[in-house]
């Protein structure tokens, strides 16, 4: 990568969104790149095609969870905070000024405009039309992971294919329904064609064929299209590319990032260069600082409650987030991802044994920090976000084939899979019987899926998909581990507001009910 090129990238696609401003603002100094001198080369689009990637970074590289760890994790009936009072997005207090939807809701529009501007560019570059290819569909896997995360926490959200290039263009209003998930399979098979299988060593994270695959499949799953789900499912898994890891814990360790599971994950580092590049939180003159950690492990890590404090608390924990009863109630007496989830009493944490007393709710997060790593600055972090991995695959393979093809027989072969690489000896998880009723197996995979994508953030979208699916209903069976949130639920948290600025800055985009 030409680091020079990589730092104006931020600078160029501003340029770019903003071309119908006066003439003035389209001048750049002499000497440097601008939007009509750049997305020419190969090296052009090298460099610009990581700003996209960039983006997902933002969601959770901020040490007090804004974005990821407030917005996603928190609303679940695994997780709560652990301070006196209220917290509005775990007590489903939720309004159109919350900042971290409004974070989560912007951020994924500047990624968009990130896919939108090299999207834009490639038809009038020197790229040969099999690296316009690749380079399209990194853009559009892209573009739509944002939209489809847009789509299930909003409904309807504005559709922007191009770039903007005028003030008044930006205002856009409700997508119609069923229109942006629509735009998300069409960018998703276009990914699929043209990706690669797999990449080397030095473009390690980015798009493949197999995430595009996977993502596809999850698209169908929740548009309740079971038939081309389990297609794509199978695909990933018949592959060949993917196996799960003999460890679970691997999943969650700095040292085995990348492995053998891993069909996409968030690229992270601390302290050195990184691929994807921090080009949002730069220094003067776009100089790449190589920081871009996670705000995972203060997060994560205990702080103190009532008086009783973990060892570096606050300073190297928050405290933010506390595991429910109701989740150390779901996992089986002895299963071994307990381990990898969270600590319990005697546990070593850190050098001391865990102390319950540390959490609101005797448990705190151990799932990606167990190994942590000790940086001069603790507060940010580098083990990798995984976003999609083989067991989630699997899991979703068996939700499409019980919900479509009323297989119990091969929904449990799934789960069971699952079930093996936690516990090979089959003494503490055994193998859930392939002749059980639908219904007792549909039961089993909503518990395989809790236990094994636990603090993933996949919980509380598995919990709307179930409920608008007509599988369980949220008011009635989910302990939120809350009594506040309990009382608060209601079918609105279905959807998130719309931010209250895109509100007010756009006529025709209609909040959701409720809000």
Not at 478 to 495: E, M, P, R, V
Request: proline share 5%.
């Amino acid at each position: 990568m030409k680091i020079l090129k990589i730092g104006a990238l931020c600078v160029i696609m501003t340029l770019v969104t903003m071309a119908s401003c006066e003439d003035k603002l389209n001048l750049a100094p002499l000497g440097e790149l601008n939007s009509e001198t750049f997305y020419i080369t190969i090296d052009d689009f090298e460099a610009a095609s990581l700003a996209p990637y960039s983006t997902l970074l933002n969601f959770y590289y901020e040490q007090n969870g804004l974005g990821h760890y407030n917005g996603i994790e928190y609303p679940s009936d695994d997780s709560r905070h652990g301070g006196q009072g209220n917290e509005n997005n775990v007590d489903f207090i939720w309004l159109p000024n919350n900042g971290n939807f409004s974070w989560i809701y912007q951020e994924s529009y500047k990624g968009i405009m990130r896919s939108n501007t090299i999207l834009n560019r490639l038809p009038n570059s020197e790229l040969t039309d099999a690296q316009k290819a690749r380079f399209e569909g990194e853009a559009k896997f892209i573009r739509a992971y944002m939209y489809f995360n847009l789509a299930i926490h909003w409904g309807n959200p504005p559709l922007v294919p191009e770039i903007v290039t005028s003030l008044e263009g930006s205002r856009i209003g409700n997508s119609a329904p069923g229109e942006v998930l629509d735009f998300v399979i069409q960018d998703l098979i276009n990914a699929k064609a043209n990706l690669p299988a797999s990449w080397n060593a030095s473009n390690v994270g980015r798009a493949t064929s197999g995430a595009a695959t996977a993502l596809l499949g999850k698209v169908y799953l929740y548009r309740q299209n079971y038939t081309d789900a389990i297609r794509e499912f199978n695909e990933v898994i018949n592959s060949g590319q993917y196996s799960l890891v003999a460890d679970y814990g691997h999943n969650f360790s700095e040292d085995h990032q990348n492995n053998s599971e891993s069909i996409f994950e968030i690229q992270f580092s601390r302290g050195d260069f990184n691929p994807w590049l921090p080009v949002d939180f730069g220094l003067n003159e776009n100089q790449n600082v190589g920081h871009a950690g996670t705000g995972r492990t203060i997060n994560f890590r205990a702080s103190c409650f009532l008086g009783v404090c973990a060892p570096g608390a606050n300073g190297n924990g928050y405290g933010r987030i506390h595991i429910t009863q109701p989740l150390q109630d779901q996992f089986e007496p002895g299963d071994p991802r307990i381990f990898h989830t969270f600590f319990v009493e005697g546990d070593d944490y850190f050098g001391v044994p865990y102390n319950p007393a540390w959490s609101i709710t005797g448990a705190t997060p151990s799932k990606y920090i167990r190994n942590f790593i000790t940086y001069p600055q603790p507060n940010a972090g580098s083990n990798n976000e995984r976003v999609i991995r083989l067991a989630d695959v699997y899991l979703m393979l068996a939700e499409a084939e019980l919900l479509g093809n009323s297989n119990v027989a091969r929904a449990a072969e799934l789960i069971n899979m699952v079930r093996r690489r936690a516990d090979p000896s089959g003494n503490i998880l055994p193998d859930r019987p392939a002749g059980a009723s639908s219904q007792q197996m549909l039961e089993w995979l909503m518990h395989e899926r809790r236990v094994e994508l636990a603090l993933e953030g996949h919980r509380y979208n598995d919990l709307v998909r179930w409920h608008n699916a007509g599988l369980i209903n949220i008011a009635t069976d989910i302990d939120f581990g809350s009594s506040l949130a309990n009382q608060n639920w209601n079918t609105t948290h279905l959807l998130k507001p719309y931010p209250q600025r895109e509100i007010d800055l756009t006529a025709d985009l209609v909040q959701n009910p409720g809000y």
